[in-house]
């Protein structure tokens, strides 16, 4: 049976690999030259299945308003007349309601404790080094930031995720480079989870992938879905017909357009960010684990003797250009937490496109064509949900019952 996988960002290459395993003929069809180059290449590595949440949270809308009128805002909103911006944002906000949010955030978390096992499991496997780094820790600057973590906290309690706050001293011994001025009124440690460089992580896979047998096809853009009657018999790709059994869709922000066509409507749109990947200056102390600066929503992740900083949500404008005011919030938090561990004028900037849905949870599993598979809207949590996520669908396609409920987390959730 031949599997076609559309997409290689790290969704596409490890469901690629799963399939593999199963016995599947599988074809991976990129329109870029090569795996991780669209979301899953500059991302903050950050994989904390204990802190997956939705960004449609009660008082997130009031937050982003407020973040509006601040000069380094993590929010930069660009209004413009398409409909499907507006119909996101109205479905969004109904998410915040904190029942949603609750269901929401389960079936987030769901995903991302499974995912961090068979992460577990593949590394150990194919003995992959990734630039690994142990823990997560939030930095607090205020006493207000300790207080909007009540409700996350209540939530860590509820579902028995190991944590520690943290007083200010506490924070230092840990983390020695961190800045002494800039004010810090506590920490938030997350011991259990854990960061990682995506890229090359979804750069080994495809190599065992394609050691097994897997084909993949770069720079080819897939046009259509084909269909005949209820089924998916292949795809149009580069004026081509490749015929298949099965087509997996993981081409995150590419897959709205390749399945409205076939009737099938998903509210994903896409939400920007920007990181920035520094080498440490001689000497520097730089992250000992993956940072949160939660008053700004950027993380500083240790990468090898780099570290990478990344954040903003940019809403409104599809165009992937690097914008100033982003920048400038990025080098503002690293400079305020490691002042003078990089120069940022080596650094090299990145703009990526989170495939977001509102709610949150990704779509996995069947859809109403037989043959033809989702793996899309992992948001801003793809690289936390990407193992789990593909063991799922590589069940799914080889009609075996996954470990994981799929309650919540497929298309029938939008019907
Ligand atoms: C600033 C930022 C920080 C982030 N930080 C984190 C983090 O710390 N932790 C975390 O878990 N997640 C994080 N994310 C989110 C994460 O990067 C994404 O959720 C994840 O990379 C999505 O993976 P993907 O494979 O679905 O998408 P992508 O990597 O975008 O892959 C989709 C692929 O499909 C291809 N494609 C699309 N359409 C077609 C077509 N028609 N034909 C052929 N190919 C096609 C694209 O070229 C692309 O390569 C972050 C994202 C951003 C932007």
Redesign the pocket.
């Known amino acids: 049976m031949h599997v076609i996988v559309?997409?290689?960002?790290?969704?596409?290459?490890c469901s690629a690999y799963y399939l593999r395993q199963r016995g599947f003929e599988v074809t991976v069809?990129?329109?870029?030259p090569g795996?991780?180059?669209?979301?899953?290449?500059?991302?903050?590595?950050?994989?904390?299945p204990g802190y997956v949440t939705p960004w449609a949270s009660p008082g997130m809308p009031r937050k982003v308003l407020s973040y509006m009128f601040s000069s380094e805002s993590p929010v930069l909103f660009r209004p413009n007349a398409n409909p499907a911006m507006w119909r996101w944002l109205a479905r969004w906000l109904r998410e915040c309601r904190l029942q949603r949010y609750r269901v929401n955030k389960s079936r987030m978390q769901r995903v991302a404790f499974y995912s961090r096992a068979q992460l577990h499991d593949l590394r150990n496997q194919l003995g992959i080094q990734y630039e690994q780094a142990q823990g997560y820790l939030q930095l607090l600057r205020s006493a207000r930031d300790i207080e909007l973590l009540a409700p996350a906290r209540a939530m860590l309690d509820e579902s028995g995720v190991a944590y520690r706050m943290l007083e200010p001293a506490e924070v230092h011994e840990m983390e020695p480079g961190l800045s002494a001025t800039t004010p810090l009124a506590g920490g938030l440690l997350l011991p259990e989870d854990e960061?990682g460089n995506?890229t090359i992580f979804a750069q080994a896979v495809r190599r065992a992938a394609e050691d097994d047998g897997v084909r993949f096809r770069f720079n080819?853009?897939?046009?259509r879905i084909l269909r005949e009657g209820d089924r998916v018999t292949g795809v149009l790709?580069g004026a081509r017909t490749i015929p298949a059994d099965a087509v997996l869709i993981?081409?995150?922000?590419?897959?709205p357009?390749?399945l409205a066509p076939l009737g099938i409507r998903i509210p994903m749109y896409p939400?920007?960010?920007?990181?920035a990947t520094v080498a440490l200056s001689d000497g520097a102390i730089g992250p000992q684990r993956?940072l949160m600066d939660e008053a700004y929503k950027t993380?500083i992740?240790p990468f090898a003797n780099r570290i990478r900083v990344?954040?903003?949500a940019e809403i409104g404008d599809r165009e992937l250009v690097l914008r100033d005011a982003a920048l400038r919030t990025l080098i503002k938090v690293a400079t305020d937490w490691f002042p003078g561990a990089a120069r940022f004028s080596g650094a090299k900037f990145?703009?990526?496109?989170?495939?977001m849905l509102p709610d949150g949870a990704p779509l996995l599993g069947p859809s109403p064509l037989k043959g033809l598979f989702l793996?899309?809207g992992?948001?801003?949590?793809?690289?936390?949900?990407?193992c789990g996520s593909a063991r799922v669908l590589a069940d799914v396609i080889s009609g075996t019952t996954p470990e994981i409920d799929l309650d919540g987390l497929t298309l029938e959730r939008y019907r």
Not at 6 to 13: E, L
Not at 29 to 32: G, K, L, N, T, Y
């Open positions: 559309v997409g290689a960002g790290i969704i596409g290459v069809i990129e329109r870029r795996v991780a180059q669209e979301a899953s290449f500059g991302n903050a590595g950050i994989i904390a960061s995506c080819v853009d897939v046009q790709a993981a081409a995150a922000t590419g897959s357009a390749l939400i920007k960010g920007y990181s993956a993380a992740t990344a954040g903003t990145w703009v990526g496109a989170r495939p793996n899309i992992h948001g801003s949590t793809g690289w936390a949900m990407a």
